[in-house]
């Protein structure tokens, strides 16, 4: 890793520049990893009295449990649901809007503000548009014959963070998608529509492929986006239910380690959501070095 | 140039309208239910039109809450938050600024360790490590703190890279010059590259008081004291606690207070909102 050319020389001034980040990093940050490392290996009695090394047998347990396997299902079809929905339409509104040239500024100012607001918030809204008794999607649902209640099926409560998690995320995907066909050369298109290529054809065999760097890295984001900071919208709506059916892998860690009082189980789930975490770096990263370009 | 559609034209127009309607819709319809009674929400479906009582459920959240199923007033709340975002967002741009350019215009022994250290907690979000951390607050005696609250949230990676590689642009001579005028390290950092990185500095305030401002579990876990309740964590709350059915146009009108100050931030400060987006994430 490089510096610049000529530096300044101070043999203590850099290490007290570093300090607080450091000192901020080892207190919140690798110490609690490290205690979460080291518990995934005990566990207490249920009095709290006697506390034994089990070495992996929290990890053994938690992949036999069905809850916890229910979990991770549910964790995968969460994050592949938000991520498809909101990168879909906000790559159709980008594609709109580039279309446009007066009013290209004014759709982006009415498409962005949603990033701001937070994932509870987002969930207690679409939790109120979708409530069985007062909202106004189960009255409509109902005039096309569809009985919705989230309270009682799995189904319909999946489908409501889905749209919660999804609809605030619109706005960072339309913002990257808007980015990268605004660098697509416009030479290119022309080119294909003098060869009598239709706009679709344009867009499936030039455009679509040429944006694939950012819809790689707009994936990874995404599913990073729908597996940790998502809490919100399911503890502020579902509350992981109806029968788990919402229980998404970053709600399960806190249920057992604040509500059920696991402390084994849950410092050993949160061991595995820290690989998936780094794996995740790894691949954005890599992606930064090397654009994917086909 | 392309041909020129007209139906194609009028068919964009006709999706993004749409689009931004469905966009809108759920605040829209928080705007509405916050200006009823309450009597509204107990027959039937939910309305479409704004009602008569804005001013009295605004005036009723903000000034004495519900106090019957523990929820306090909604000022105080918005300030806490206020303070929290505002805490994390500068504690978060000076230590990052800091240790950037220690890690650009020092060399000396361990700085790659030291980058790697940083580096780990883009790995780490508090989401997958919450009961270790919550201990290491607890024992340090942190809880319901404005400390607790903020400073475990400072720590930042995406700003420290976002800074590093901007000083990696600023020009060698200028450094140089400083150093033939006479200038220290710490001189040139405030004359010369703190007013150079005003504009990145201005573009992660922006998403960095987001972030603050939407801290949701980390305020949840340690607060117990309603003192220090933030707004979003508040709203939470209100829909659970007390009574089965939660009181629709209170809620919604904390929903509407709650989620307007991050919107106004990103509508006036748009240009710096997309730049310190699509910079630092890429």
Redesign the interface.
């Known amino acids: ?11 203590w ?3 007290a ?2 300090a ?3 000192i ?10 490290s ?2 490392l080291y ?1 995934s290996f005990l566990r207490q009695d249920i009095f709290g009295l006697r506390t034994d090394f089990v070495w992996f047998d929290n990890f053994s347990r938690l992949f036999a449990d069905p809850l916890y396997l229910n979990s991770l299902k549910v964790t995968f079809v969460f994050s592949l649901g938000t991520t498809f929905l909101s990168m879909s ?1 906000a790559l ?2 980008a594609v ?2 580039n ?2 040239i007066r ?1 290209r500024d004014s ?16 969930g ?6 979708f ?1 069985p ?4 999607m189960p ?1 409509m649902l109902k005039g096309f014959g569809y009985d919705w209640n989230h309270r009682s099926s799995g189904t319909d409560a999946m489908i409501l963070v889905i749209i919660a998690a999804a ?1 605030k995320q ?1 706005s ?1 995907n339309f ?2 998608f808007l ?1 990268g066909l605004q660098s697509i050369p416009q030479s290119l ?2 080119a294909a ?1 003098i060869d009598g290529a239709s ?1 679709f054809k344009r867009f499936w065999t030039i455009v679509f492929p040429l944006l694939s760097p950012i819809t790689f ?1 707009l994936m990874v ?1 995404n599913i990073v986006y729908a597996m ?2 998502t ?2 919208v399911i ?2 709506t579902t ?1 992981g239910g109806p029968a788990q059916a919402t229980n998404i892998l ?1 709600y399960k ?2 249920r057992d ?2 509500v059920n009082l696991n ?1 084994g189980s ?2 050993a789930q ?1 061991v595995i ?2 690989a998936i ?2 794996v995740l ?1 790894v691949i954005q990263f890599r992606y ?1 070095e090397r654009r994917v370009n086909y | 140039m392309v041909e020129n559609n007209r139906w194609g034209n009028f068919f964009a127009h006709l999706v993004l309208i749409l689009g931004v309607a469905i966009v809108i819709f759920p605040v829209y319809v928080a705007i509405v239910a916050s200006t009823h009674p309450p009597g509204t929400f107990i027959r039937g479906v939910m309305p479409l039109l704004p009602g008569p009582n804005a001013l009295e459920n605004y005036k009723t959240v903000i000034t004495e809450g519900r106090s019957r199923a523990g929820t306090p007033p909604i000022g105080g709340m918005l300030w806490n938050s206020f303070v929290m975002a505002m805490a994390i967002t500068i504690g978060k741009l000076s230590i990052s600024l800091l240790s950037a350019f220690a890690i650009v215009y020092f060399r000396f022994p361990f700085r790659i360790f030291f980058f790697w250290i940083i580096f780990l907690t883009l790995m780490l979000p508090v989401e997958v490590r919450i009961v270790p951390t919550f201990q290491v607050v607890a024992d340090l005696g942190m809880l319901n703190s404005f400390a607790g609250l903020s400073i475990p949230l400072i720590a930042s990676a995406t700003a420290t890279f976002l800074f590093r590689q901007f000083f990696m642009t600023v020009p060698e001579e200028l450094m140089e010059a400083a150093r033939v005028d006479g200038a220290g390290p710490m001189k040139f950092f405030k004359d010369i590259l703190l007013p150079l990185s005003i504009t990145n500095i201005a573009a992660l305030f922006v998403i960095m008081f987001i972030y603050g401002w939407n801290q949701y579990l980390w305020p949840l876990l340690i607060t117990t004291d309603p003192e220090y309740y933030t707004i979003v964590m508040g709203i939470q709350r209100m829909v659970t606690g007390g009574d089965s059915e939660p009181l629709w146009h209170l809620v919604m009108a904390t929903v509407v207070l709650a989620a307007l100050p991050p919107i106004l931030v990103i509508l006036f400060m748009q240009r710096l909102f997309v730049k310190g987006l699509t910079e630092t994430e890429k």
Do not use: C
């Not at chain 1, 100012?109 to 994932?119: E, H, K, Q, R």
């Not at chain 1, 207690?124 to 548009?129: A, C, G, Y």
């Open positions: 890793m490089q510096t610049k050319r000529m530096t300044f020389s101070s043999r001034l850099p290490y520049l570093l607080p980040q450091v901020v990093t080892l207190i919140f940050f690798i110490w609690p990893a205690q979460a518990q339409v159709l509104f709109m809007v279309r446009m009013s759709y982006t100012t009415f498409l962005v503000w949603p990033y701001a607001v937070a994932p509870a918030i987002a207690v809204l679409w939790w109120f548009i409530n008794s007062i909202g106004i009255y609809w619109i960072y913002l990257f980015a298109i022309e529509a706009r890295f984001v940790f900071d809490f919100g503890h502020a509350e970053v860690v806190y380690g604040f402390l849950s410092a949160s959501l820290m975490v780094v770096t930064i």
